[in-house]
């Protein structure tokens, strides 16, 4: 039965689709009562808290086979893809570095790329997981499908965080620690000192957070 969704925190259209036994996203992002969303958001993986999402009636797919055979079905099962960037607190990446990656009862061992990057498939409902990297005996804690969009003060926040600037834990612009995290970002990228959070800045932060 069609509905209309309330996006709560740790929602992306993955799980949101698993959770009405979607096997495809794209059924319900591009449906035409999401065209506003779909516009102001952009990605799919990156929504905000009480976003209204229109999710459609599934339709029954019909197969004609014989009757004196026996045939197999397959169901699609949607994963999420999970893609990370390693960095030193040099802020440079870590190249290829064995890691292990934990999510939510699952393991595995990887190793990032040239540019420390990685990725993984793991399950459209997993929300919390862990980073061990063990040569430089560090573990960072993951909160998958949590990050809000960089246009809200804790999406850039968040990304800031992430990227290695202490921003601290206060979605307030005025904060000071936000305020120095912003020009500390903006002095780094060379764009002009403000302290405040516009336009180009976010752009640029969206680019460097890659998302």
Request: glycine share 8%; hydrophobic share 30%; proline share 5%.
């Amino acid at each position: 039965m069609a509905t209309d969704y309330k996006v709560e925190q740790g929602d992306h259209m993955v799980k949101i689709a698993a959770k009405f036994g979607f096997g495809d996203f794209n059924t319900i992002w591009n449906h035409p009562n999401n065209a506003d969303l779909k516009k102001k958001r952009e990605n799919p993986n990156v929504l905000f808290p009480g976003d209204s999402l229109h999710v459609p009636d599934k339709k029954q797919k019909k197969e004609s086979k014989p009757t004196d055979a026996s045939h197999k079905f397959k169901a699609q099962r949607p994963k999420l893809l999970l893609k990370l960037v390693l960095k030193g607190i040099d802020r440079k990446p870590l190249a290829n570095t064995k890691i292990t990656l934990k999510v939510e009862g699952d393991s595995f061992d990887l190793t990032t790329d040239g540019n420390g990057a990685l990725q993984q498939k793991v399950r459209p409902t997993a929300e919390n997981g862990k980073v061990f990297i063990k040569d430089l005996a560090v573990e960072a804690t993951l909160k998958i499908g949590h990050l809000d969009p960089v246009d809200e003060v804790s999406g850039w926040r968040a990304r800031l965080n992430n990227l290695g600037y202490n921003a601290g834990g206060k979605d307030d612009p005025a904060d000071p620690k936000v305020k120095s995290a912003v020009e500390e970002f903006q002095c780094d990228q060379k764009l002009d000192v403000t302290g405040e959070m516009n336009k180009a800045t976010q752009d640029k932060l969206k680019e460097q957070h890659g998302c």
